[in-house]
């Protein structure tokens, strides 16, 4: 019986923590500009504000929170993926991005908002918790991505993954639209901007994984010939 009652609890503590985050995700799509505070969450998620600090000591920490979470639902499918049988080409593993990433409503927003908090609000024991984390997902999916690219060699699959997702939040870091630019962004010198950005960036993704793929096929063949000639 104590048993149960332990796994229920621990159920509603997990179910509260979601309706937290569900909460604070719903009020920054309605106002990405700001950070809404944690009474404006508790409210939204219908609970205490007290009962939010249990979980989140800080609003800044319950943003990192969510972004984790959008990072491991990217991660899970993609292993998922990636631990299918059979070979995989790039469109699938864009396909995994785009629906996370790219087409994910505040994924990337929360992205670089996130990367500018651990610089300067979020506890450094905490970023750092969160950096392992990404971390052990990141290390796991790219030791996966190397057994369906065998022009990857040890470790290309994390560094691939890394560059990819640079990639993606630079390019949205500069192409995204900033709303206080407004109708300034019609002046011709700044139209350079105005693109779309999954196209550009499925380009750009494109180019990056041919490139790399094709880079270390060609250098395949040359360790083996000088491994060669090292035995004569």
Not at 55 to 77: C, D, I, N, Q, T
Not at 196 to 202: A, K
């Given at each position: 019986?104590?048993?149960?009652?332990?796994?229920?609890?621990?159920?509603?503590?997990?179910?509260?923590?979601?309706?937290?985050?569900?909460?604070?995700?719903?009020?920054?799509?309605?106002?990405?500009?700001?950070?809404?505070?944690?009474?404006?969450?508790?409210?939204?998620?219908?609970?205490?504000?007290?009962?939010?600090?249990?979980?989140?000591?800080?609003?800044?920490?319950?943003?990192?929170?969510?972004?984790?979470?959008?990072?491991?639902?990217?991660?899970?499918?993609?292993?998922?993926?990636?631990?299918?049988?059979?070979?995989?080409?790039?469109?699938?593993v864009f396909a995994v991005t785009r629906k996370h990433i790219v087409r994910g409503p505040s994924y990337l927003p929360l992205t670089s908002i996130c990367f500018g908090l651990?610089?300067?609000?979020?506890?450094?024991?905490?970023?750092?918790?969160?950096?392992?984390?990404?971390?052990?997902?990141?290390?796991?999916?790219?030791?996966?991505?190397?057994?369906?690219?065998?022009?990857?060699?040890?470790?290309?699959?994390?560094?691939?993954?890394?560059?990819?997702?640079?990639?993606?939040?630079?390019?949205?870091?500069?192409?995204?639209?900033?709303?206080?630019?407004?109708?300034?962004?019609?002046?011709?010198?700044?139209?350079?901007?105005?693109?779309?950005?999954?196209?550009?960036?499925?380009?750009?993704?494109?180019?990056?994984?041919?490139?790399?793929?094709?880079?270390?096929?060609?250098?395949?063949?040359?360790?083996?010939?000088?491994?060669?000639?090292?035995?004569?």
């Open positions: 019986m104590a048993i149960k009652q332990r796994a229920m609890a621990v159920e509603d503590k997990e179910e509260r923590h979601n309706a937290i985050l569900d909460a604070a995700e719903a009020l920054f799509l309605e106002h990405p500009d700001r950070m809404a505070n944690v009474s404006e969450v508790a409210e939204t998620a219908g609970v205490a504000k007290g009962t939010v600090y249990l979980y989140f000591p800080s609003k800044e920490e319950m943003l990192l929170a969510l972004h984790e979470r959008h990072v491991g639902l990217f991660f899970g499918e993609l292993t998922a993926l990636l631990d299918r049988p059979g070979s995989l080409d790039f469109d699938e651990m610089d300067r609000e979020i506890p450094l024991e905490r970023a750092l918790e969160f950096k392992v984390r990404v971390g052990q997902m990141l290390a796991a999916a790219g030791g996966r991505l190397e057994r369906h690219f065998p022009g990857l060699a040890p470790g290309d699959g994390i560094a691939l993954l890394c560059n990819s997702y640079g990639l993606m939040v630079g390019m949205w870091q500069l192409l995204n639209p900033n709303k206080r630019l407004g109708a300034a962004l019609e002046r011709p010198e700044l139209r350079m901007f105005r693109v779309d950005y999954e196209r550009e960036v499925e380009s750009a993704l494109r180019a990056l994984w041919a490139g790399t793929l094709a880079r270390n096929s060609a250098a395949a063949p040359a360790k083996v010939d000088s491994a060669k000639r090292k035995r004569k």
